[in-house]
């Protein structure tokens, strides 16, 4: 017999409430156990989606250096063309565009043939609200409010090979948001159980004294009242799968938050995203199941004071990334690690060495089977006369192209518009972005 979902959340809310649980860690994990998935197993392909909240200057990430009309627009703002004699330059990438020298750390991945870029991409939804096309590309729907869902839990859902096993075999962990500040973000809420980690030691992981059962948020007692409930609902509510959930997150315990030692000489910055950066590493190596997995990072709303920001900025997100890349070796073989940002800037500073909210911007995808060493999609041009609104870059590569490229082409989602409803781009709209 199969639950009622609206029946399992009821419920599951009555055991939060009575054990004393934060919401974070309750709705998603009930979630999960809610659709059966409960032992952890080793995933063929791994996604991580990056997302740069707040609207990141693509023009001053990847600096498009031969467009003389760069220098027209930002004179004390663009980052100088590529020099030997100059830390501060652009470092080249093709003759064209270059790195912010924040992102040197990206330089020898992208010459390996495994960073590709790419350019003037985003939502061709105008808004500029951060809000509103935050929601929109995580949503997969942009201008459309109507979905509750995020393209990520379509885009899993959108699997043969895991719908299949949604009954079965899928470990509790194959989606997860790390470090996210509130809880499960868009991406990953629907129909595919997902799960939203402030922190692994906050979750229970790589305690000591497990005993076969995991340990919540540090809280002694808590756990013999949460399984105590679970036992006496899994005939009514759980059909048994609680007990299993619970060994599926006691056999995390050899991840030792305190102890972890990254692989391969990567040194992953401090901080919050690099903390995220990390733990991510830790639970793909662990091989636990994960499939997805989700991080963020604030703080791109350049309106002030953009240069010395935005090179603090990079640094974190140019060494975590390239820590992450560096620590997962061989494995990235199967991973893609796909970053993205809700719109970029304009073009133009504004009076107080910054830039507003603008259009177009930049992605970074990286893994071995990403056709990297490219600066991929097309250029528009800066000159005034191809400026979106005569102020920013415009559009040309829509996000769901990029998205639905590492959906289908990685994780083996079938039907784009499964995935982005309403969407009618077809494959031939890839940029190229994978093998």
Not at 215 to 243: C, M, P, R, W
């Amino acid at each position: 017999m199969s639950i009622s979902r609206r029946l399992f959340l009821k419920n599951g809310a009555i055991a939060l409430a009575s054990v004393g649980l934060g919401p974070m860690f309750g709705p998603t994990f009930l979630r999960s156990t809610a659709f059966g998935e409960t032992t952890a197993q080793k995933r063929k392909k791994v996604l991580i989606c990056i997302f740069q909240r707040g609207a990141a200057d693509g023009l001053n990430i990847v600096v498009p250096h031969g467009d003389r009309d760069l220098y027209t627009h930002r004179p004390g703002l663009a980052i100088a063309r590529p020099s030997r004699t100059d830390a501060q330059s652009a470092l080249d990438l093709d003759g064209f565009f270059g790195l912010h020298p924040a992102l040197a750390p990206f330089l020898p991945i992208y010459k390996e043939g495994h960073l590709a870029a790419i350019q003037a991409c985003g939502s061709p939804d105008a808004t500029r609200s951060h809000f509103d096309a935050q929601d929109f590309m995580e949503a997969g729907t942009p201008g459309d409010k109507r979905f509750a869902d995020g393209w990520m839990s379509r885009a899993l859902l959108a699997c043969p090979e895991d719908r299949a096993k949604l009954e079965s075999a899928n470990s509790p962990f194959r989606a997860v948001a790390m470090g996210c500040d509130n809880g499960l973000p868009r991406s990953l809420q629907g129909d595919a159980a997902a799960l939203a980690i402030p922190d692994l030691a906050s979750f229970g992981i790589g305690l000591k004294n497990l005993k076969g059962r995991a340990a919540l948020s540090g809280q002694t007692g808590v756990v013999d009242g949460f399984e105590s409930i679970y036992d006496n609902a899994v005939g009514d509510v759980l059909h048994g799968t609680g007990k299993e959930s619970f060994e599926a997150i006691a056999a995390l315990k050899k991840i030792n938050p305190g102890s972890y030692v990254p692989s391969n000489g990567a040194v992953y910055p401090g901080g919050r995203f690099g903390q995220s950066m990390k733990q991510i590493a830790q639970l793909v190596k662990a091989e636990v199941g994960v499939e997805v997995a989700f991080a963020e990072m604030g703080g791109w709303d350049t309106h002030t004071g953009q240069a010395a920001r935005l090179n603090q900025q990079l640094r974190d997100f140019g060494q975590g990334i390239a820590a992450l890349y560096h620590d997962l070796g061989d494995k990235m073989s199967d991973v893609v690690i796909l970053t993205m940002s809700e719109f970029g800037r304009t073009v133009r500073p504004n009076g107080t060495n910054g830039t507003d909210h603008g259009h177009a911007t930049c992605f970074f995808a990286l893994g071995g089977d990403v056709q990297g060493g490219k600066v991929l999609g097309h250029w528009p041009g800066l000159a005034p006369e191809q400026l979106y609104e005569n102020r920013d870059l415009a559009l040309t590569t829509d996000f769901r192209a990029v998205f639905g490229e590492v959906a289908v082409k990685h994780l083996g989602a079938q039907g784009l518009s499964k995935i982005f409803p309403g969407y009618t781009g077809t494959q031939a709209d890839f940029r190229g972005v994978m093998r």
